[in-house]
């Protein structure tokens, strides 16, 4: 049985990538219709790379950083998103999931998720909150 469970451990290890989260803090956040969505704050023990445009030249750079996010959204769904440039949205602090189908962006006390269209041509808002709790 302790074979089993190692076993398991190493194999879970494996698919997450081998980075580890470390969170930092967490946040609850409420909308007007009494949905919540939850967010863990934290680290990577490293970086996470994503090719974005560079709004100085419109080449195509890299953009690194160990800042992520674990949002349960409020049916129960969990998605990861880690920081990225927001070349998307005019303020805020923004997240994507590594295939780009959700974004999270936080501004102050609220927070917005937007989720990709059928067409796969934009983002639609599917949850705009404010902070009800934080915890460190």
Same mark, same amino acid.
Request: with cysteine; aromatic share 10%; proline share 3%.
């Given at each position: 049985?302790?074979?089993? !469970?190692?076993?398991?451990?190493?194999?879970?290890?494996?698919?997450? %990538?081998?980075?580890?989260?470390?969170?930092?803090?967490? =946040?609850?956040? !409420? /909308?007007?219709?009494?949905?919540?969505?939850?967010?863990? /704050?934290?680290?990577?023990?490293?970086?996470?790379?994503?090719?974005?445009?560079?709004? %100085? =030249?419109?080449?195509?750079?890299?953009?690194?950083?160990? !800042?992520?996010?674990?949002?349960?959204?409020?049916?129960?769904?969990?998605?990861?998103?880690?920081?990225? @440039?927001?070349?998307?949205?005019?303020?805020?602090?923004?997240?994507?999931?590594?295939?780009?189908?959700?974004?999270?962006?936080?501004? %102050? !006390?609220?927070?917005?998720?937007?989720?990709?269209?059928?067409?796969?041509?934009?983002?639609? @808002?599917?949850?705009? %909150?404010?902070?009800?709790?934080?915890?460190?």
């Amino acid at each position: 049985m302790k074979f089993r !469970l190692a076993s398991c451990a190493i194999v879970a290890s494996l698919l997450a %990538g081998c980075a580890s989260f470390t969170p930092t803090h967490t =946040n609850v956040f !409420l /909308n007007e219709e009494g949905f919540v969505v939850g967010v863990e /704050n934290g680290t990577r023990s490293k970086d996470h790379v994503f090719k974005v445009v560079s709004p %100085g =030249n419109g080449k195509e750079v890299e953009f690194a950083s160990s !800042l992520m996010v674990r949002v349960t959204l409020p049916d129960g769904d969990r998605i990861v998103c880690y920081q990225t @440039l927001n070349d998307k949205f005019p303020i805020g602090t923004m997240y994507m999931t590594d295939d780009k189908e959700w974004i999270y962006i936080t501004n %102050g !006390l609220m927070c917005r998720i937007y989720e990709m269209t059928a067409d796969r041509r934009d983002y639609l @808002l599917v949850f705009e %909150g404010n902070l009800a709790k934080g915890k460190e």
